[in-house]
């Protein structure tokens, strides 16, 4: 009997939390990007004001959460599958 591998569902969704990160991140602050690459550069703590609010986090952990709920349920159904099968 096979067993649900945690340790591959946690990567994957780090890996998927880390891809959203980035993502919200250059939504967020592509205005201030635009405006780096003219040499105007607003300081750091601008960019990440700007990128991480309580909303953004809330989505962010939301979604990773689904996505780990969601790699669980399916591995295992297969592992059903495969039981059922055999």
Not at 26 to 55: C, E, R, V
Not at 72 to 84: F, G, R, S, V, Y
Request: hydrophobic share 45%.
């Amino acid at each position: 009997m096979e067993k649900v591998n945690y340790q591959k569902i946690i990567i994957r969704t780090l890996l998927k939390f880390l891809l959203m990160v980035f993502i919200i991140f250059t939504i967020n602050s592509w205005p201030s990007i635009k405006q780096s690459f003219s040499g105007n550069t607003p300081p750091l703590n601008y960019w990440l004001d700007h990128s991480f609010k309580i909303s953004n986090i809330i989505l962010i952990l939301g979604f990773t959460a689904y996505f780990y709920y969601k790699d669980l349920t399916d591995q295992k159904e297969l592992i059903e599958k495969a039981n059922k099968q055999d």
